[in-house]
T-cell receptor, first 110, second 110 residues
Framework: GEDVEQSLFLSVREGDSSVINCTYTDSSSTYLYWYKQEPGAGLQLLTY?????DMKQDQRLTVLLNKKDKHLSLRIADTQTGDSAIYFCAEKAGRRALTFGSGTRLQVQP | DAGITQSPRYKITETGRQVTLMCHQTWSHSYMFWYRQDLGHGLRLIYYSAAADITDKGEVPDGYVVSRSKTENFPLTLESATRSQTSVYFCASTTGGELFFGEGSRLTVL
């Protein structure tokens, strides 16, 4: 079955760039997503990328996709304390239900 | 207001009791999902529904029952709660693109 893996924790200083990595196993994935979860809240879509793209940029966010290695990354430029949250990678492969990773907790130190 | 709402937000119950978590969405999205979120496991799919009266098992369906008599509602029932079902439950809906999440229902089974 599908599997999505992420490292559990990342700590950066305010103003630095953050890079959150994700690997997935399903080569037929069509969409890959990044969701953000703030404490006590549900998940909100940050950005997504089609599997036929290798990069997508949206303001401070850059998503890189290496389809050959099944590796997805999210780069947050000029990380702020408000970026502290859990970030989930997710993939979709044909069926409607997404498969999520275990989430990466980003801690931004002032 | 339009959106996806879950109730109750917090629930404490005892082992063996029946519990129902409610989910209501106002967008007429055809697809609805129930996930549970546990530390170290990310989000795991319990059940999903492609339309009214159509439901299907996800990754961890044992001990749960769902129904979808109306498009806008997707209740999740724990027929006989167990301690292992202590978790945060998220309902989500989509037409096929972005997945929209509710705020979550935190369930504690004593």
């Amino acid at each position: 079955g599908e599997d999505v893996e992420q490292s559990l924790f990342l700590s950066v200083r305010e103003g630095d760039s953050s890079v959150i990595n994700c690997t997935y196993t399903d080569s037929s994935s069509t969409y890959l997503y990044w969701y953000k979860q703030e404490p006590g809240a549900g998940l909100q879509l940050l950005t997504y990328i089609f599997s036929n793209m290798d990069m997508k940029q949206d303001q401070r966010l850059t998503v890189l996709l290496n389809k050959k290695d099944k590796h997805l990354s999210l780069r947050i430029a000029d990380t702020q304390t408000g970026d502290s949250a859990i970030y989930f990678c997710a993939e979709k492969a044909g069926r409607r239900a997404l498969t999520f990773g275990s989430g990466t907790r980003l801690q931004v130190q002032p | 207001d339009a959106g996806i709402t879950q109730s109750p937000r917090y629930k404490i119950t005892e082992t063996g009791r029946q519990v129902t978590l409610m989910c209501h969405q106002t967008w007429s999205h055809s697809y609805m999902f129930w996930y549970r979120q546990d530390l170290g496991h990310g989000l795991r799919l319990i059940y999903y529904s492609a339309a009214a009266d159509i439901t299907d098992k996800g990754e961890v369906p044992d001990g749960y029952v769902v129904s979808r008599s109306k498009t806008e509602n997707f209740p999740l029932t724990l027929e006989s709660a167990t301690r292992s079902q202590t978790s945060v439950y998220f309902c989500a809906s989509t037409t096929g693109g972005e997945l929209f999440f509710g705020e979550g229902s935190r369930l504690t089974v004593l």
